[in-house]
């Protein structure tokens, strides 16, 4: 042990100052001799047996190793001592060392490898070994890992634990005691009290408070169990809710808001666009300014036609605003379907010749009988309320007379109205029919009122001619 003003450090010899057995060059082995008994460890001038240590005193007295004023004591003021203070020196280590006690660097501590990053091998370890009551039972338990690729690994207990920072300030903070992750700026969103288990918070000043609550962004909340909150003044208190946006709330249970101060506050509700509103449990309201009025189960839409608030009348009730009218289309391709055109009450449906084939001619006379044979009557919808009435036939009878349509359960309103306008040609032909022979009937009838005539005026020359007689 090299002794530095009251300091030590461990040498096995002292190079220059004294030489002991074992420090010189190895010689030839000799015969090894019978054991003698103990006798006591002798030191030479300088040294200073301590246990199974060895220290060099040195100094400028006398009985130290190096008396006077030689050179070699500046240098040895260089030297790492024993202490507490801070001291200017420097050391390098080819090999494994172990501190016991705190290190501290005023400075930057520099790790320089040059290990496989495909392999990553970890290149600073912290452990921890602990057990007892009230503690993990930990062995030699990894902390924190920085391995050789730039991987970071934190770990901890659920239960073990003080939050690492509390206040105002900027931070990347795990919590191993709720296993919650922050970062970002905040004031008092990431205290204890605002900090939920397996929660997640980034960004500023968010806040996620509750289980695996997930907040991101500027002044986003989510105090929902497992609810999502993204984007700037948006709340998601439901639990399991989703805000996203600006300024937008999720206070139902599974509700989902999303866009421009949207609100969802009904149970499994959805509000999406801007400034609209789902209000009732299972509604969905979309687009712009768009309200379900509190309705259950009702969807709505509003364009951008109007700055006034559409709104939904009924319960389970589908409303659209459209101002540029609807469009409906059944194929890939578009080519066929139905609108309701801007401003139109009257659907429009695929009609063109170019999307139909395999024309056949139609019996009119057929289709007018079958028509007039056919059962139509008064009804209503078993659903509907009281006092509405209908009048047509039904799918079944139609479809048993014409066998159009996809099924025998609906009527399609082109086969219906094609039905009809045969059965009205037909009803035209027999009226040209009877028409013709109406004019017939008219010619003979005039032929006949002629004939009435000539007769009448024959009688009457016969008569005076019999008369003048």
Request: charged letters at 20%.
């Amino acid at each position: 042990m090299s002794s530095v003003r009251g300091a030590g450090v461990a040498l096995s010899c002292v190079v220059g100052l004294l030489v002991v057995s074992g420090c010189g060059g190895d010689g030839a082995q000799g015969p090894v001799g019978p054991a003698g008994p103990p006798g006591p460890v002798e030191v030479g001038t300088g040294l200073k047996l301590d246990g199974e240590s060895v220290s060099v005193v040195y100094g400028d007295g006398p009985g130290t190793a190096v008396e006077g004023n030689d050179p070699r004591l500046a240098a040895a003021a260089q030297a790492i001592r024993n202490g507490t203070e801070p001291q200017d020196a420097s050391f390098a280590v080819a090999g494994t060392g172990q501190v016991r006690g705190r290190l501290t660097a005023n400075a930057d501590v520099l790790l320089d490898a040059a290990v496989s990053a495909s392999e990553a091998p970890p290149l600073l370890r912290v452990r921890n070994t602990v057990s007892g009551a009230g503690e993990p039972t930990w062995d030699r338990y990894r902390v924190f890992t920085v391995d050789a690729a730039g991987g970071v690994l934190a770990r901890g207990e659920l239960g073990y634990g003080l939050i690492p920072m509390t206040g105002a300030g900027s931070r990347m903070m795990w919590h191993p005691f709720k296993t919650a992750f922050r970062v970002g700026f905040a004031d008092t969103e990431w205290d204890e009290a605002n900090v939920g288990f397996m929660s997640f918070a980034g960004g500023n000043k968010t806040r996620a408070s509750n289980f695996g609550a997930f907040a991101y962004g500027d002044q986003c909340e989510a105090s929902g169990t497992v609810a999502v909150c993204l984007g700037s003044n948006s709340k998601a208190l439901g639990n399991g809710s989703l805000a996203v946006g600006l300024s937008s709330t999720a206070s139902g249970a599974s509700s989902v808001a999303v866009g421009f101060t949207t609100v969802a506050s009904g149970q499994g509700a959805v509000a999406l666009g801007y400034r609209t509103t789902a209000d009732g449990d299972y509604a969905a309201a979309l687009g712009q300014r768009a309200s379900t009025d509190g309705r259950t189960g009702a969807f709505i839409w509003g364009d951008a036609s109007t700055t006034a608030i559409v709104t939904s009348t009924a319960n389970n009730q589908f409303t659209a605003r459209a101002a540029g009218g609807f469009r409906f289309r059944t194929n890939a391709t578009l080519t066929t379907g139905c609108d309701l055109p801007a401003g139109s009450g009257v659907f429009s449906c695929t009609s063109d010749r170019a999307t139909k084939e395999d024309f056949r001619r139609v019996d009119a006379e057929a289709v007018l009988a079958k028509v007039a044979a056919m059962p139509v009557e008064s009804w209503r919808y078993s659903a509907e309320a009281e006092g509405v009435r209908h009048v047509g036939p039904v799918a079944q009878d139609f479809r048993a007379a014409f066998g159009l349509g996809t099924d025998d359960k609906s009527i399609g309103l082109l086969d219906i109205d094609g039905v009809n306008m045969v059965a009205i040609q037909a009803l035209a032909r027999r009226t040209e029919e009877l028409n013709a022979k109406s004019a017939e009937v008219d010619a003979l009838r005039a032929e006949m009122a002629e004939l009435k005539r000539s007769l009448s005026r024959l009688e009457a020359a016969v008569h005076a001619k019999g008369v003048k007689r």
